[in-house]
């Protein structure tokens, strides 16, 4: 029986400490296959350069303009696409794609996320991706990493935490920097820290699309990422959407006491023209041993509350097919009914070839929900990813695995679908260019 079919026939507070098989969590957690060590320090440590701010000055603060409106029967979602805009999103994304279609070998990557920071100023209580004893990200790390990066296919750069935004002039610099190597940089955020004058400058530095994370309208017991209490951040990151050129959506966490401000989150992105990229809530898949709520946790879905999460689910497919523009296709938000049962069917994962993750001290990962595995993959600058090793793994893990990032990857890791999705793009006259891939 699935482990994750296990967990909901439980009595209630009682959640296993990890979902993968024993034998892949001692692989992972226990047995080192050398010993687990940070990249040795640069003879003479690397800095990020002092960003030039403002690039483009016409463009700061608030010039008392409105978030353009649409007129009735416009799409909420038109916004003008430039050239040079299409350009840089083919070129975080597309050209990657092909390079890693054509070179030799399986280590291409296309996405990477760079953890700049674990630490948190929230407490999100299905969160265990944080832990506040631990040093963020140095200058030399991040320096060292978008260096490499650059050295391989890797166009896209997603910084990840923790809350990137604790250091807002770490944040600025490592956009600034990456940006200007023709990254295609993402930011995740719980947006406290988000105040107009750091939306300016990873505008300014050329931010490409700011992830919104967002799971309540107000503030409820465990789920603190809440959109009023930064509604003035929220309405300026829109406004300014438009000058600087990045995008925005949200990103919200189906929980057990959320389901009603998951509609309400969905009608206020389709109010403001934004996407939004739905998860649906899951305990950690290795040991987390700094995690405090795994047990007595009210935001885990327990199996009494399925028949509300999938009427929700279906809500957000109808939403879907009526034009709302998701990350998460129609197909994928079915999927979410079967994860709740425990049932993945085994797909074409592709973390540690096309994708993979820096953790703050430059050791590698292949994902995130192995942040916290002792395996050794390797640091920056030299990589240990082993085809046989990632294939056997997976064997177990895909089948507990809902990463959305990676399913999207394994699904568009596919030459029909991606030359389908260019010309369905170019058709729009690439309005939907940051739409969903799925068929
Ligand atoms: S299936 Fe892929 S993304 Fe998911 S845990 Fe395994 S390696 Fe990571």
Redesign the pocket.
Known sequence: MPELERLHQQPSGSIPPFRVDVKVHDLLKKAPSKPFVPPPPSPQPLTLPEPVFPQRPELLGDDGSEIPRPRPGESPYRRRWTPPLIYHTMRGWLFPYIKSRVLPGDFHPIIAYLFTEWKCNLDCHYCWAFDNRVKGMTEDTARRSIDWLHSTTCRVLALMGGEPLLRPQFVHKVVYYAAKKGFWVYLPTNARLLRPEVIDRIGDAGVATVNFAVDAVDEKPGLPKALNPVRKYFDYLIKKQYKYGYTVFFNINICRTNLEDVKQLTEIAHDNGIATDYHINESP?IEQPHFKHLDENSTYITREDWPRVDALLDWLIEKNKSGYKMVNSVRRLNDMKAFLRGRVEPWN?R??MNSLIIRVDGTLA??F??YSASYDWGVVGAHKFETSQ?QE??KS??TH?F?TL?HNLGYCYDDGRVIRWVLKQALRGFQGVSGSFYD
Do not use: E, F, H, R
Request: proline letters at 12%; hydrophobic letters at 30%; charged letters at 5%.
């Open positions: 898949m994962c973390a540690g292949p994902c929900p192995m990632l793994m997976k893990c895909q695995c990463s990676n």
